[in-house]
C-alpha cells in the first residue's frame, strides 16, 4: 500500500508490502509523489523492483575504510587505499555513483602526471570493493559505475636493460653510500630476478644453503602464492659475504629508501629509463639466456603466465644473429 502526506512543505511517500523493506522518499511536488508511486507499485506487481536503499546509505569511503582496517599497513596496497580516499569521488553513495564520475577521477590523475597503469591499478580497486560489497553485502546497484571505457591508456611496457658498462659504473658508485647493503641487493637481484618486495622480505631462516634454494612466503609474494627458487653460484657467494642482522632480515633496507638510492645512482650517471625494475628484466633475460626453458624461468621469476613473463625478457639481437649465423 501507498502513502503520501504532506509534512513540512513536501510530499512524503510510503510504500510498504509484507516481507519487503518499507520504500521511503519525499518530493517537492505531489504529481512527482504520485508518479513515482504508481512506477514502484507497477515494478513490485512485476517483480522487477529491486531495493536500493543499501547501495544509497552505503559511501565509496567507507568500503575503503574497511579494508584498509582488513588489510593493514603492511599490505603492499594500503597507502594506495590512502591516497585514493582523499579524492572527492569517494564521498558519492554506491547508488549515486556514475562512470562519469571515475572519468573525472581518471584525468585529475592523469593531471597530476600519473601514469595509466598506476590509474588503472586504482580503478580495478574500486571496481573490487564495489563487486565485494554487492556480494557480501547483498547491494543492489541498477549500473555498475565503471567500465572499460573509463580506464587510462597506458605506456606500452619498458624493453630497458643494462647496456654494456653500466653495471660496473653502477657498482662503482655504491661504495658512495655508507650502507653497505645496497651494492649486495643489486647484484643479488639481477642474480635473483625476484621482485623487491620479495627481496626485502627475505629472511635467514628462508635461505637453505646446502640445498641452495631460497624460500618466497605466500604473505611475501606478489601473487599470494609461495615458492621456492634455485640460487646460483654467485646469489650463495653474495649470501655469504653478508652481515647477519639482528631482525633476521637478508636486506634490511625499507624500500623506499633502496628505491630512492638506487634513482639516485641512476641519474648521477645520467642513465635514461633505468629503474629498480629494470633489474628484473635484466634478471629474467639472462636466466633464459643461460638454457633455463620457460617454465623454469617461470619458477623463479614467479610468473603465472606466459604473456606476463614477455613483458619481462629482452633477447640481446647479437645473440640471436649468432645463433643464426
Known amino acids: 500500500m501507498a502513502y503520501i502526506r504532506y509534512r513540512f512543505g513536501k510530499y512524503h511517500v510510503e510504500i510498504k508490502r509484507k516481507g519487503m523493506i518499507p520504500i521511503y522518499e519525499s518530493f517537492l511536488k505531489k504529481s512527482d509523489a504520485k508518479k513515482f508511486c504508481l512506477q514502484k507499485e507497477l515494478e513490485i506487481q512485476q517483480k522487477r523492483y529491486r531495493d536500493t536503499s543499501m547501495a544509497s546509505k552505503t559511501l565509496l569511503k567507507d568500503l575503503i575504510k574497511e579494508e584498509i582496517a582488513r588489510i593493514g599497513k603492511k ?186 638510492s638506487f634513482t639516485k645512482i641512476c641519474k648521477e650517471l645520467e642513465l635514461k629509463d633505468l629503474t629498480w625494475h629494470c633489474l628484473r628484466r635484466e634478471a629474467v633475460s639472462r636466466l633464459l639466456e643461460r638454457g633455463l626453458n620457460i617454465t623454469e624461468v617461470m619458477r623463479v621469476s614467479g610468473h603465472k603466465t606466459l604473456k606476463a613473463l614477455q613483458i619481462y625478457v629482452k633477447h640481446n639481437v647479437s645473440d640471436i644473429v649468432r645463433k643464426l649465423a
Open 75 to 260: 599490505h603492499r596496497d594500503f597507502y594506495k587505499y590512502r591516497k585514493m580516499i582523499k579524492y572527492s569521488v569517494v564521498n558519492q553513495s554506491l547508488l549515486d555513483l556514475t562512470t562519469s564520475n571515475f572519468v573525472d577521477y581518471r584525468n585529475k590523475r592523469l593531471s597530476e602526471g600519473v601514469q595509466g597503469s598506476t590509474i588503472n591499478r586504482e580503478l580495478s580497486l574500486f571496481s573490487m570493493m564495489i563487486k565485494k560489497s554487492v556480494l557480501e553485502k547483498n547491494i543492489y546497484l541498477p549500473d555498475f559505475p565503471i567500465n572499460q571505457f573509463v580506464r587510462a591508456k597506458e605506456n606500452p611496457p619498458k624493453e630497458r636493460r643494462l647496456y654494456e658498462g653500466e653495471l660496473e659504473k653502477i657498482l662503482e658508485l655504491t661504495d658512495k653510500f655508507s650502507n653497505d647493503y645496497i651494492k649486495p641487493a643489486i647484484l643479488f637481484s639481477i642474480e635473483t630476478g625476484i621482485r623487491l618486495s620479495e627481496q626485502l622480505n627475505l629472511k635467514w631462516k628462508d635461505i637453505n644453503f646446502d640445498n641452495r634454494t631460497a624460500y618466497l612466503s605466500a604473505l611475501d609474494t606478489k601473487i599470494k602464492i609461495s615458492r621456492t627458487i634455485p640460487l646460483s653460484s654467485k646469489a650463495m657467494e653474495i649470501l655469504r659475504e653478508l652481515p647477519i642482522d639482528i631482525k633476521g632480515k637478508v636486506f634490511p633496507l625499507s624500500k623506499s629508501y633502496l628505491s630512492h
